[in-house]
């Protein structure tokens, strides 16, 4: 018995999650400046930002 599967051809992978998407980080987050906290968080996001559309 053969399997054959069929081989799309796409110039990129297809994405996990769509465009758009948004989750929480499940870290802390600091940005320093100088060795001093500048801004710190728990609650940062993840965004996936939307495809470009170069025809518009």
């Given at each position: 018995?053969?399997?054959?599967?069929?081989?799309?051809s796409v110039?990129?992978?297809?994405?996990?999650?769509?465009?758009?998407?948004?989750?929480?980080?499940?870290?802390?987050?600091?940005?320093?400046?100088?060795?001093?906290?500048?801004?710190?968080?728990?609650?940062?996001?993840?965004?996936l930002?939307?495809?470009?559309?170069?025809?518009?």
């Amino acid at each position: 018995m053969t399997t054959t599967m069929a081989v799309e051809s796409v110039p990129h992978p297809s994405l996990v999650v769509p465009a758009g998407h948004v989750e929480p980080v499940p870290r802390r987050i600091r940005g320093l400046i100088g060795g001093v906290v500048a801004f710190g968080t728990r609650r940062a996001l993840y965004v996936l930002p939307t495809p470009y559309d170069s025809t518009a």
